[in-house]
């Protein structure tokens, strides 16, 4: 069974510029959620999102918006690109229910952005 | 606010001995742990998790300890192996699907 796959694997952008993430799930799992890690640090939670619907957000800024599709991938947008921006964007999903082992989340290999 | 943080941030331990990694939390809330192993270039690896019911919880060659009176929680590695070599991360659940880490640990193991 294949994984939770992110692409692209590598991108590189300029300051001001837009960037669009993109994310498949396992099979199966309804929940999908989107994280930051910047080098040396663990990941930063971002977005989650259930059954199409934004269930929980991070600490980041407006220009940082997602969304989920009905076959449950989902695409991170990142606006107006800051150097800061530069990181691992790792996507994970879920089965997305309260029952036991339902918050195990399978993370993907990751979008490594650098941002120039 | 809430973080969850690591004590040591590296961990040299030599082949076959037992490694043990820490971290402390600062949720009392939080009702659930996990671990994660991430290798260079590869997303995290769920290892092992553990509710706020239990103290203990083994699994193939590891164990977590979890003590809520000083909110602690621990990894124990088995006869550490060079391909146990990674980033350690701890990471409490507030609500499923979100999961807040610490800096992580690097453990490397010496043959």
């Known amino acids: 069974d294949a994984g939770v796959t992110q692409s692209p694997t590598h991108l590189i952008k300029t300051r001001g510029q837009q960037v669009t993430l993109r994310c498949s799930p396992i099979?199966?799992?309804?929940?999908v959620s989107w994280y930051q890690q910047v080098l040396g640090q663990g990941p930063q939670f971002i977005f989650q999102y259930y059954e199409k619907e934004e269930r929980g957000r991070g600490n980041f800024p407006d220009r940082f918006s997602a969304r989920q599709f009905p076959n449950y991938s989902s695409e991170l947008n990142v606006n107006a690109l800051l150097l800061g921006d530069s990181a691992l964007y790792l996507c994970?999903?879920?089965?997305?229910?309260?029952?036991?082992?339902?918050?195990?989340?399978?993370f993907g290999a990751g979008s490594r952005l650098t941002v120039l | 606010g809430e973080n969850v943080g690591l004590h040591l941030p590296t961990l040299s331990v030599q082949e076959g001995d037992n490694s043990i990694i820490n971290c402390a939390y600062s949720n009392s809330a939080s009702d659930y742990f996990i671990w994660y192993k991430q290798e260079s270039g590869k997303g995290p690896q769920f290892i092992i998790d553990?509710?706020?019911?239990?103290d203990k919880r083994q699994g193939q060659r590891v164990t977590v300890l979890l003590n809520k009176t000083v909110k602690h929680l621990s990894l124990q590695i088995a006869a550490t192996q060079p391909g146990d070599s990674a980033v350690y991360f701890c990471?409490?659940?507030?609500?499923?699907?979100?999961?807040?880490f610490g800096q992580g640990t690097e453990l490397s193991v010496k043959p």
């Open positions: 990471a409490e659940s507030p609500s499923w699907g979100k999961l807040i």
């Open positions: 994970a999903s879920s089965f997305g229910s309260t029952s036991s082992g339902a918050n195990v989340l399978t």
């Open positions: 099979s199966g799992h309804k929940s």
């Open positions: 553990i509710r706020s019911n239990m």
